[in-house]
């Protein structure tokens, strides 16, 4: 769990804040990953980040909105949600896009 | 659009019985397959990647691949209480340009083990 970190853990926010996720790995990998994880639904890819380049966005609403700044930290930037965004999220990384996933201990968001 | 499935359970197994986890996926060109664990309100760990059909073990761990059926399976013996928790089987598409999709998951099969 120590090689992704994830901060916060926990985040309430109501649907006229903004706020940011971080995640950062030290794994050396290259590839970044935002999930998403809702109640009785699986894991939902959000964003892929590939040497520092977006490579997929799932049409994720606009409200989120990622930045990776180098490879190994990502952030995802929170405005303007709704209730039905309350999820835990979960960052990961992979030496390539090929390879083996590790994911962050995740940050569970209630938006009120 | 891709689709893993998984039987949600919960499937219950007595301790030091063989828990068995089934999984199918709907991309027949898939090539890697993965099983994570998840604790309630913990993140997802990787337990088990297969690449190849046959068995891959790895302690109390089996996994079984079978291309042909787009089947994946996971055998978990000596059933302990610590094993308690849901199985994610997640695949991984890979395509010709060197490009890689995103893992796509099930949702998930709730393992009890009753001690």
């Known amino acids: 769990e120590t090689g992704v970190t994830q901060t916060p853990r926990h985040l309430v926010m109501g649907m006229t804040n903004k706020k940011s996720l971080k995640c950062e790995q030290h794994?050396?990998?290259?590839?970044m990953y935002w999930y998403k994880q809702s109640a009785k639904k699986p894991l939902e890819l959000m964003f892929v980040?590939?040497?520092?380049?977006?490579?997929e966005n799932n049409s994720v609403p606009s409200r989120f909105s990622p930045e990776c700044p180098n490879s190994s930290h990502l952030f995802l930037h929170l405005h303007t949600l709704q209730p039905e965004d309350s999820a835990l999220y979960l960052c990961?990384?992979?030496?390539?896009?090929?390879?083996?996933?590790?994911f962050g201990p995740g940050t569970r968001l209630l938006v009120l | 659009q891709k689709e893993v499935e998984q039987n949600s359970g919960p499937l219950s197994v007595p301790e030091g019985a063989i828990a068995s986890l089934n999984c199918t996926y709907s991309?027949?060109?898939?090539?890697?397959f993965f099983w994570y664990r998840q604790y309630s309100g913990k993140s997802p760990e990787l337990i088990m990647s297969?690449?190849?059909?046959g068995d891959k073990e790895d302690g109390r761990f089996t996994a079984q691949l079978n291309k042909a059926s787009q089947y994946v399976s996971l055998l978990i013996r000596d059933s302990q209480p610590s094993d308690s928790a849901t199985y994610l089987c997640?695949?991984?598409?890979?395509?010709?340009?060197?490009?890689?999709?995103?893992?796509?998951f099930g949702k998930g099969t709730h393992l009890i083990i009753q001690p």
């Open positions: 991309d027949r060109v898939s090539q890697s």
């Open positions: 794994l050396g990998h290259n590839a």
């Open positions: 980040y590939n040497f520092k380049e977006q490579t």
């Open positions: 990961a990384s992979s030496q390539d896009r090929r390879e083996t996933q590790y």
């Open positions: 297969i690449y190849s059909n």
């Open positions: 997640a695949v991984l598409t890979m395509y010709s340009g060197g490009g890689a999709d995103g893992l796509t």
